[in-house]
T-cell receptor, first 112, second 118 residues
Framework: SQKIEQNSEALNIQEGKTATLTCNYT??????LQWYRQDPGRGPVFLLL?????KEKRKERLKVTFDTTLKQSLFHITASQPADSATYLC???????????FGTGTRLTVIP | GAVVSQHPSWVICKSGTSVKIECRSL??????MFWYRQFPKQSLMLMAT?????????EQGVEKDKFLINHASLTLSTLTVTSAHPEDSSFYIC??????????????FGDGTRLSIL
């Protein structure tokens, strides 16, 4: 069965630096991948979607890459701010229409 | 736009009680809504897919008689946890996609319901 790994449970970085989060998957060839942000006690909020034929996607300070050969997506936050502190989840399409399977998430803390 | 409202946000009840959770799309219509469960420090696990006007599709291992789903309109889906027990305590989250069902659509999530069974 498909497996999604976000190999850092927690990541601490200094304000102003670039945060890089990793999402790896196995036994799977998704046509697209999504990234969400989740704050404590809240539902996830959609950030970015990248398709298999797109190498890179940007939105303001966010950048996502998708390497289908390595079966990996990288999520970057440049010029990080304490307000970026949250858990970031990657999600892959599931078997049904618009189903999503989520990784375990990386809890990012940006230190002032 | 694309706001999903979930109610209640927090429930504490005794073992054996049935609890109903509502999920509403406020500014769009959703033929499909999804119900997830999330345990502390774990990711979201899809429980079932709710389709307006038809029976829900449950993921493997999820008891359909335990978790009753009703999607009676394009803006409302409900999840009822029947005869809840302490092991059902969790964070339940719903999400919805717009009626223009296309692959690759982002999902819009409610803020979740924290269920605690004593």
């Amino acid at each position: 069965s498909q497996k999604i790994e976000q190999n850092s449970e927690a990541l601490n970085i200094q304000e102003g630096k670039t945060a890089t989060l990793t999402c790896n998957y196995t036994n799977y060839s998704p046509a697209y991948l999504q990234w969400y942000r989740q704050d404590p006690g809240r539902g996830p909020v959609f950030l970015l979607l990248i398709r298999e034929n797109e190498k890179e996607k940007r939105k303001e300070r966010l950048k996502v890459t998708f390497d289908t050969t390595l079966k990996q997506s990288l999520f970057h936050i440049t010029a990080s701010q304490p307000a970026d502190s949250a858990t970031y989840l990657c999600a892959l399409e599931g078997t049904g229409a618009n189903n999503l399977f989520f990784g375990t998430g990386t809890r990012l803390t940006v230190i002032p | 736009g694309a706001v999903v409202s979930q109610h209640p946000s927090w429930v504490i009840c005794k073992s054996g009680t049935s609890v109903k959770i509502e999920c509403r799309s406020l500014d769009f219509q959703a033929t499909t809504m999804f119900w997830y469960r999330q345990f502390p420090k774990q990711s979201l696990m899809l429980m079932a897919t709710s389709n307006e006007g038809s029976k829900a599709t449950y993921e493997q291992g999820v008891e359909k008689d335990k978790f009753l789903i009703n999607h009676a309109s394009l803006t409302l889906s409900t999840l009822t946890v029947t005869s809840a027990h302490p092991e059902d305590s969790s964070f339940y989250i719903c999400s919805a996609s717009s009626t223009q069902v296309r692959r690759n659509q982002p999902q819009h999530f409610g803020d979740g319901t924290r269920l605690s069974i004593l």
